[in-house]
Nanobody, 119 residues
Framework: QVQLVESGGGLAQAGDSLRLSCAAS????????MGWFRQAPGKEREIAAT????????SYAESVKGRFTISRDNAKNTVSLQMNSLKPEDTAVYYC????????????WGQGTQVTVSS
């Protein structure tokens, strides 16, 4: 079982930047595929970004590509999401997620952190 704790959410204005962090424990972090998901009010949870076990491969939703950057530090057991040029439509609860079985089977989730972007 992997425990995930997010931090770094909050209020921002359009154009601002925020950085989310997620601390993982309970399993060997470098064995985990990591991702950030988000869920806006009234919408389904969607993937924002994923990163492979050693950080070599990264993928992004089209809506965040060029603005968000996912990174990980396997020595510190953390994964981060740098969010630049924020837009009101980025408002959502952001969840850190882990998978021991590749990028299509995220089965451990953090509690979520709220990001609110005003225009």
């Amino acid at each position: 079982q992997v425990q995930l704790v997010e931090s770094g959410g909050g209020l921002a204005q359009a154009g601002d930047s925020l950085r989310l962090s997620c601390a993982a424990s309970g399993r060997t972090f470098s064995s985990l595929f990591m991702g950030w998901f988000r869920q806006a009010p009234g919408k389904e949870r969607e993937i924002a970004a994923t990163i492979s076990r050693r950080g070599i491969s990264r993928s992004y939703a089209e809506s965040v590509k060029g603005r968000f950057t996912i990174s990980r530090d396997n020595a510190k057991n953390t994964v981060s999401l740098q969010m630049n040029s924020l837009k009101p439509e980025d408002t959502a609860v952001y969840y850190c997620a882990a998978s021991s079985d590749g990028p299509n089977n995220f089965d451990s989730w953090g509690q979520g952190t709220q990001v609110t972007v005003s225009s």
